[in-house]
């Protein structure tokens, strides 16, 4: 099992380049697959004339690893990428060699949470991301460390927002707000799975982290220092070392 894939699923409202900075360290000792979800990054938003469901981002995933003929893989996720991981997992569990739960959370959304998301869908959809979406979004994405001393990372998050389609943006912010609850999914399943969380993470906090950690059976923690939400852009080198060092597939 040693050559399993690792495929990473990127956060919202961004798309798969904010994995760069983590390409180079993992493929050195693993095959990297990460794809832009639907709507963000150069991935088109297919009409279905369905309700945005994060099932329908689980069989996207699914559709490419039958398309890249693999039958199981190492399975993750940032933030939004987590929930789509968990919708794969609960849709294919036997698709899943183990899991890497980055900066996400098993609970579903509170109605206030989730209707905040539906507002930022609503405005996305009538007025698109530029001139407001990063500006709202980079203060919780970015620890404060981070946004006080390296304008270039902030710059790289603003850019990356600002390049995603209204449409895309619309879509995974209505899907996030009716996930489900994935807290009995998580503590049925057996496979290994590193949880990684920022130490100054506001949105999905170290304690929540941990409590996710400790109910996944073979669940392992890792919090890395002064790294907010975005901990694979913050701290590439450690979320690297995490992923590397934590692999139990030979």
Not at 100 to 125: C, F, H, M, N, Q
């Amino acid at each position: 099992m040693a050559d399993l894939p690792l495929v990473l699923l990127h956060a919202f409202p961004v798309d798969a380049r904010m994995w760069r900075p983590l390409r180079d360290g993992l493929t050195t000792r693993h095959r990297l697959i990460t794809p832009d979800q639907r709507g963000l990054g150069r991935t088109p938003l297919p009409e279905t004339g369905r309700a945005p469901s994060l099932d329908d981002a689980a069989r996207d995933v699914l559709a490419l690893l039958d398309k890249l003929g693999l039958e199981q893989v190492v399975l993750g996720g940032c933030s939004m990428g987590g929930y789509v991981t968990m919708a794969v997992l609960r849709a294919a569990p036997e698709r899943v060699a183990g899991l890497v739960l980055i900066d996400t959370k098993a609970s579903a959304d509170t109605p206030e949470a989730a209707e905040a998301r539906r507002g930022i869908a609503g405005r996305a959809e009538s007025d698109g991301v530029s001139g407001w979406l990063a500006e709202s979004m980079v203060p919780n994405l970015l620890s404060a460390e981070t946004r006080q001393t390296r304008p270039e990372v902030v710059e790289s998050v603003r850019d990356l927002i600002e390049s995603q389609p209204g449409a895309g943006v619309a879509w995974a912010a209505r899907a996030m707000a009716d996930r489900p609850d994935s807290t009995d999914l998580l503590a049925a399943t057996g496979v290994p799975a590193l949880v990684v969380v920022g130490e100054q993470d506001t949105l999905t906090p170290p304690g929540a982290a941990q409590e996710m950690a400790e109910s996944l059976p073979r669940g392992e923690l890792v919090v890395v220092p002064q790294a907010g939400h975005l901990t694979p852009v913050e701290a590439p080198a450690m979320v690297t070392e995490a992923i590397l060092g934590w692999w139990p597939f030979g």
